[in-house]
């Protein structure tokens, strides 16, 4: 026997239609003898009607923002050791397998799986009728795509159709604004285009002297694959390398960035002042987390030109090639 | 113990040296003078040279500078911090200087000896007469401000920047950025690593960066080479042809008598003014703009995941043969009537557009795997 407090937390899936045939069949059963739940019933659906009256205009930044959410989530189940998600049977690795688990199955069950999902697309696609719903006359200014949601009958011959859309937008302001502001943030990190990311940070650099930019531009130093995109990040943190979570990560690209070009100007960036002055003890120009980011450094780097600026530092401020 | 140079001009031990070079003068025993912290020693001297090219030969950081008269002139400024004076001239160390020649060229070898510590500045002066100078640096950043003949530039690890150079350039940096103003004649240049700018060349222009960083070349007279291994690439205005490749990142073509580009992940987008196209996006859209009054040739642009637009003049005379592979609804919006498309079928070809504009001409090919094909009217 179903409990009220089991069939209740169903009422709201119930109502959105993604209960399977069986759950509705005994969420129903329960509804026909139970007229508390009937009245919790009724009482959700006001809710939902509610709901369904109020016109929301989601921020211009959702899209973004779940989008990252997904990368990082999905980054996050790639860096997880291998495991199934569920069960160990030959059937939930499949579909473990077919839901893109990175986990998910032995080898031949992920190719199994991407041939399936790779099958049913290319088949859905091509048995998929032309809905004549004019995507095809799109024009570039007002692309978009469409997929049906779903179809719903009607009494006098009208059918319901629900669309979801994607659909490109224009928005315009500036760096002040704070919808522009969120959106350039997030595109500084989209994965998918690194001429999108150069430009973006291209145009944060002028903005570099507000923390959330520049946190975003040394995310981009720090974690972009693009050697282009770090670079164009280190010219916007240039002005503020006396700042410590900018020197941290100058620190970092010196320690363990791939590309010498950008080691060269990490340590030009980090130790510049460093025996200029005259009049200046050079010992105070550089704290010691550079130098002992030098010190790492000299143990790792085989830049000879990185290396000998490395060292001649050190030697300026008086700190030995190994230990500090 | 004073700064002494080791060695002269006594032992060139090259007949040809003598004739073509005045000799250096003697071994300088240089003041080491204190500033501040630290301690300072120079050197410098000149010598006479013919129009012949000069080949500098050192490490540490070095300033060209054109200089007046026939003479060429040198100075290296090094800089320690030591307790006292005689550390310093122990830091300092000396070295070697040396004037010969070989093949045609006046070699001048300045090699300071010193510890690890020592700042080493270099700053030459070039005269009029030189018609190239030739940098050869270990280690170190290269300036060169303004110079009327050609420049060979090589460093092991540091930046190389140029002023107005009237002749051609050629340089290469083992790591570090590249910046030059403009280059009377050809360019080429090359680093592992960092970003390469050049503003203006008067003529073919050859940029490689071999491990990652961005190429913008404003204005080229002739053909301009491009290569990254990771970045962007943009290009403002090319006399002659783009031949542009990315592995990663946007080309951008402002205008080009020709372009052949390829990118793995990024946009292309280019105008063209005359010659053929070869675009190829393996991630990323193409845009490709003809300019109108365009001599087109037969051109191909391809994308794998991504649109290709091609913005077309109402006026120009082309035949189009678009293909779009993208399985599902493939797409293919003409702004041209005249472009024929055969809507995709069942486990049939492609969808497939294709027609003469403007009566036909050189044959512009299409390829999307996924994505949109779009032929606009401009």
Redesign the interface.
């Known amino acids: 026997m179903n409990s009220c407090e089991t069939i209740r937390t169903q009422l709201g899936m119930l109502l959105y239609g993604e209960l399977s045939f069986d759950e509705e069949e005994m969420v129903d059963a329960h509804l026909e003898g139970c007229a508390k739940c009937r009245a919790a019933l009724e009482r959700e659906r006001e809710l939902h009607k509610a709901f369904d009256q109020l016109e929301i205009e989601p921020p211009a930044s959702v899209l973004w923002d779940a989008r990252q959410s997904l990368q990082q989530r999905i980054a996050a189940e790639h860096a997880r050791p291998g495991q199934f998600s569920k069960g160990s049977g030959w059937w939930d690795q499949f579909v473990d397998a077919l839901m893109l688990r990175p986990a998910g199955g032995t080898g031949w069950l992920k190719l199994a799986g991407a041939l399936a999902l790779l099958t049913v697309?290319?088949m859905g696609?091509?048995?998929?009728p032309?809905l004549g719903l004019g995507?095809?006359?799109?024009?570039?200014a007002d692309?978009g795509a469409q997929r049906v949601r779903s179809v719903e009958p009607g009494a006098n011959g009208a059918i319901q159709i629900v669309l979801d859309e994607t659909r490109q937008r224009v928005v315009s302001g500036d760096l002040d604004d704070q919808n522009i502001r969120v959106l350039l943030l997030s595109a500084a990190k989209d994965p998918?285009?690194?001429?999108l990311r150069?430009e973006t940070v291209g145009i944060l650099n002028d903005r570099a002297q507000t923390a959330d930019v520049r946190d975003t531009l040394i995310y981009a130093l720090q974690h972009d694959?693009?050697?282009?995109?770090r670079?164009?990040a280190m010219d916007g943190l240039r002005p503020f390398v006396q700042h410590p979570e900018v020197r941290k990560a100058l620190a970092g690209v010196l320690l363990s960035d791939?590309?010498?070009?950008?080691?060269?100007?990490a340590i030009d960036l980090l130790t510049q002042g460093v025996?200029e002055?005259?009049?200046?003890?050079?010992g105070n120009t550089l704290d010691r987390d550079v130098i002992g980011t030098l010190q790492e450094l000299m143990n790792r780097e085989n830049?000879?030109?990185?290396r000998?600026r490395g060292?001649?530092v050190l030697?300026?401020v008086n700190a030995s090639r190994d230990t500090y | 113990m004073k700064l002494r140079i080791a060695q002269r001009m006594a032992h060139l031990g090259m007949a040809t040296a003598v004739a073509v070079l005045a000799p250096l003068a003697a071994a300088q025993e240089a003041p080491v003078v204190r500033e501040g912290a630290y301690w300072v020693g120079s050197i410098g001297d000149s010598f006479a040279i013919a129009a012949l090219p000069l080949q500098v030969n050192t490490h540490g950081n070095i300033i060209v500078r054109k200089a007046a008269g026939d003479q060429v002139t040198y100075r290296v400024r090094q800089r320690v911090r030591a307790a006292t004076e005689d550390q310093a001239r122990a830091l300092l160390g000396g070295g070697v200087k040396q004037v010969s020649s070989a093949r045609g060229h006046v070699v001048l070898d300045l090699q300071p000896i010193s510890a690890g510590s020592v700042k080493t500045d270099i700053e030459i002066g070039v005269p009029a007469q030189v018609p190239t100078v030739i940098i050869r640096t270990q280690l170190g950043g290269i300036d060169v401000a303004d110079f009327d003949g050609a420049v060979q530039l090589s460093t092991g690890g540091g930046h190389i920047q140029l002023g107005k150079i009237g002749g051609a350039v050629q340089c290469f940096s083992g790591a570090g950025q590249i910046i030059i103003e403009r280059a009377g004649g050809a360019v080429e240049c090359t680093t592992v690593g960092g970003n390469i700018v050049v503003r203006d060349a008067g003529g073919q222009v050859a940029l490689s960066n071999q491990m990652g960083g961005n190429i913008r070349v404003d204005k080229a007279t002739g053909d301009v080479r491009a290569h990254s291994a990771q970045g962007m690439i943009e290009i403002g205005q090319a006399g002659g042809a783009v031949f542009a490749d990315t592995q990663g990142g946007f080309i951008q073509v402002g205008s080009a008598r020709g372009v052949q580009a390829e990118s793995m992940a990024g946009t292309v987008r280019v105008k063209n003014d005359a010659g053929p196209m070869n675009l190829a996006a393996m991630a990323g859209d193409i845009l490709a703009e003809l300019l109108s009054g365009t001599r087109m040739q037969d051109s191909s642009l391809v994308a794998g995941t991504g649109d290709i637009t091609v913005l077309i003049p109402s006026n120009l005379a082309l035949s189009v043969m678009a293909r779009n592979s993208t399985g599902g609804t493939p797409r293919i919006v003409s702004d041209f009537p005249e472009i024929q498309v055969t809507p995709a079928k069942f486990f049939q070809a492609p969808m497939i557009g294709q027609g003469a504009i403007n009566g036909g001409g050189p044959v512009l090919n299409l390829n999307v795997s996924s994505g949109v094909i779009y032929l606009r009217r401009r």
């Open positions: 697309g290319y696609a091509r048995l998929a032309d995507t095809v006359g799109m024009s570039v692309p998918s285009d690194p001429g150069y694959e693009n050697a282009g995109v670079l164009k791939g590309n010498p070009g950008m080691r060269t100007q025996g002055g005259s009049g200046n003890a050079p830049n000879a030109y990185v000998q060292e001649r030697q300026l």
